[in-house]
């Protein structure tokens, strides 16, 4: 059952927008290697405010996806498309369906 998640939340920066937009898309075939990574979405939430939500069943599957390819995708890429450093929160889920 997953319990754990991670919320990602990133601004981008002026014009960038749709290099954004794709490189979040192009993340799923990344993530589509990580086993203990249960869900993962790419988000738009307005015109430029961009996320990532994943789930997890343990503690090792997060810390497995935090220092996968994605994240490292998206750390040598954010200075290039981010306004601002993604903001990541970790989550502890109280109910799912």
Same mark, same amino acid.
């Given at each position: 059952m997953v319990k754990l998640a991670l919320l990602v939340r990133m601004e981008a @920066? =002026? &014009?960038k927008e749709d290099d954004v937009e794709e490189f979040l898309k192009s993340g799923l075939s990344l993530v589509m290697d990580e086993p203990l990574t249960a869900s993962w979405y790419a988000l738009k939430i307005g015109p430029s405010t961009? &996320?990532?939500f994943d789930t997890f069943e343990a503690e090792e599957g997060r810390d497995a996806h935090l !220092?996968? @390819?994605?994240a490292e995708a998206l750390m040598?890429? #954010?200075a290039a498309l981010l306004s !601002? #450093? =993604?903001v990541i929160e970790k989550i502890? *889920? *109280?109910a799912v369906k």
């Open positions: @920066k =002026p &014009g961009f &996320g990532i !220092s996968g @390819k994605v040598e890429n #954010a !601002s #450093a =993604p502890e *889920l *109280l």
